[in-house]
């Protein structure tokens, strides 16, 4: 959704998680199940010897069946923290009795699993197919063991605390519970609403118990890159937990007090729309004209008279893979701005990014102008649906998807193959100068914005110019990690994050490999305004005030200087508002879950009526205000 960062960020907990990477690239079989999943429906969990940089890599898997009185095929959900997967739905699910496969994405990159439950039910064996950035493809044989998600458990706890990483404070939710199995084994998750993190597994040992005369003391491990590991022990009057939290060389005391409820710690999202819509919904594939691969999303289409053909508004996600709804923390602003058009007459198409959700394809390996290509191929589809006006089809883009609008908007043609542009264009939060430029300046202002001293930002600024710089042309492996190193360094010591050089040497090849990447290098030099000389118009460029991700002072300008004589371009910036749109205090990326509004209605009215001023010129007045919908 936003500009990707160049070096790892610093994530909870303190945990620098590395690239993960992909698997054999194929076209993923459809769904398919046996009569019977039973055997496989539970929580499996284990590592995995060998992964990416020789390390063991922490796998989780549900298997969910389909809900009581409904037919369909199991869920499976993946965990691998080092890989940044976090309970992600896996795709091309196949069960055949004890079998299991199955494809997930990390970071938009595939990988598959394939396992058949031992003849005890105990063990899922198998193979987990992978390949790091810029290595050969590596599969790994795994034996992971049948666990308990906590909260199913019953007689399960939950407590709550905080701990201080990086100058913020960060809520936890820790629920754990007596597994039951052999060996009295215990289960337990951690819920990180503020990034995400929800119902995670821990690995759990009690290390002393109130059977043996002494408190139940329990040692919790999160394994994301660099081990986090709880040491708590339960106060007996209160309790309450206490005891140390420690990764790597850092530690600290934490405390956590008794919750009474266990249910997962999720965010309310009012504005996300539930159905009944008062409009028709469809979900739609199609394949991307140029590469081949298909995708999937979905249409909405308001209310109309028959045979009245309506305009479509064809949207395109920011960066890295994003499903449909660019979901993030569980807000999902496009299924809010489809709303709010649809609702106004406009018809809206979304879908999910190449190697996301339900489309095929290899995100990884694509630039951000081969991603385009899919926003085009959507484009050219509405042109052949009976109800879509093809010649009035526009695009709307957010962040990344602003230069894929640009670019886009000029490349349409009509049935005959003649240039019919894209409009008209909607571009939120669009780039105006180079990826470069955009990240080292990203990087002062969110790094201000969290308390850092200028002399910290003045330092790992001029440590990412170099390595930007290094990447640009192309410098050698050998070059490219000492620069790495020495940016991760900085950037640590700027945090207060003591270094564990074992862990920064083993997270390094990663963030090269990324680096030196199709998209990234494409992204380093590509000034998305100089593409507004193709496009015809009419444009509207959105910001907010407090965007520090894709800041207004920076690349408003730009793309205005950029505006050829009769392009109708409109620039607006909302103030208060962060690169979401939402009502922010400071605009930092930190406040996006815990803020609960999706998107502030000042924006939302604004996009949605200036697209009816251009698209539904005469019906400015048909608005039936009970349905939020144009009369038929």
């Not at 934490?254 to 919904?281: D, G, L, N």
């Not at 496009?334 to 999910?352: C, E, N, Q, S, Y």
């Amino acid at each position: 959704m936003w500009t990707r960062t160049v070096c790892c960020s610093i994530a909870l907990v303190l945990g620098m998680v590395s690239s993960l990477v992909t698997a054999d690239d194929a076209v993923t079989p459809p769904t398919q199940v046996s009569a019977d999943a039973s055997p496989l429906i539970g929580r499996w969990m284990g590592n995995v010897a060998g992964g990416p940089n020789g390390r063991e890599l922490f796998v989780s898997l549900d298997i969910v069946a389909a809900p009581p009185g409904q037919t369909g095929v199991p869920t499976v959900k993946a965990t691998l923290l080092q890989a940044g997967v976090i309970g992600q739905e896996c795709s091309a699910v196949r069960i055949d009795g004890r079998s299991v496969s199955c494809t997930l994405d990390a970071r938009g990159v595939p990988g598959t699993f394939d396992g058949t439950v031992s003849a005890d039910g105990k063990k899922l064996d198998g193979l987990l197919a992978l390949r790091a950035p810029g290595v050969e493809p590596i599969k790994l044989p795994f034996s992971i063991d049948r666990s308990s998600s906590a909260r199913e458990v019953g007689g399960a706890r939950a407590w709550t605390g905080s701990i201080a990483v990086a100058k913020r404070s960060i809520e936890l939710v820790l629920v754990l519970a007596d597994a039951g199995v052999a060996g009295g084994e215990w289960c337990g998750s951690i819920d990180i609403p503020e990034q995400g993190l929800l119902d995670c597994p821990l690995i759990v040992k009690r290390i002393a118990s109130v059977v043996d005369g002494q408190p139940d003391q329990f040692s919790l491990r999160l394994p994301v890159g660099q081990d986090a590991v709880f040491t708590l022990s339960e106060d007996a009057a209160t309790h309450g937990l206490s005891g140390e939290f420690r990764q790597g060389t850092f530690s600290t005391p934490i405390v956590f007090v008794p919750s009474e409820s266990i249910a997962i710690a999720q965010t309310e999202r009012a504005q996300t729309p539930k159905a009944p819509f008062p409009y028709e919904t469809r979900d739609l594939e199609f394949r991307n004209l140029a590469q081949g691969h298909v995708l999937r999303g979905t249409l909405t289409i308001p209310v109309h008279a028959v045979g009245e053909r309506v305009p479509v508004l064809v949207f395109s996600t920011g960066s890295g893979p994003q499903d449909r709804d660019e979901t993030l923390f569980g807000h999902k602003p496009f299924a809010v701005l489809a709303d709010a058009l649809t609702r106004g007459g406009i018809a809206t198409f979304r879908f999910d990014d190449r190697g996301t959700g339900a489309s095929e394809g290899n995100f990884a390996s694509a630039t951000s102008s081969a991603l385009a290509t899919d926003l085009d191929s959507a484009t050219m589809l509405m042109k052949t649906l009976p109800e879509i006006d093809p010649v009035r089809v526009g695009v709307l883009g957010h962040s990344e998807g602003a230069t894929h609008a640009m670019q886009v908007a000029a490349w349409q043609r009509g049935a005959a193959g003649e240039k019919v542009p894209a409009s008209p264009v909607v571009l939120l939060a669009p780039p105006g100068v180079t990826g470069r430029d955009i990240l080292i300046h990203q990087h002062r202002l969110i790094g201000a914005a969290t308390g850092f001293s200028a002399e910290a930002l003045d330092a790992t600024a001029t440590a990412q110019a170099s390595v930007l710089d290094a990447a640009a042309r192309d410098a050698s492996d050998a070059e490219m990690t000492q620069l790495v190193e020495t940016l991760m360094r900085t950037q640590m010591v700027a945090a207060g994050i003591p270094v564990d050089e074992a862990t920064l040497r083993g997270a390094v090849p990663g963030v090269v490999a990324e680096l030196k990447g199709p998209w990234m290098r494409e992204f380093i030099v590509l000034n998305p305004a100089s593409l507004l000389a193709q496009v015809s118009g009419p444009v509207l460029a959105v910001w907010g005030s407090k965007d520090l991700q894709v800041d207004p002072e920076q690349n408003r300008p730009g793309l205005m200087a950029a505006a050829h004589e009769g392009l109708a371009l409109e620039t607006v910036v909302l103030p208060g508002l962060n690169h979401l749109f939402q009502p922010s205090q400071t605009g930092s990326p930190d406040e996006y879950a815990v803020i609960k509004i999706t998107m502030d209605p000042a924006a939302l009215a604004l996009i949605v009526e200036w697209t009816r001023s251009k698209m539904l010129p005469d019906a400015a007045d048909k608005k039936d205000p009970a349905k939020g919908t144009v009369a038929p």
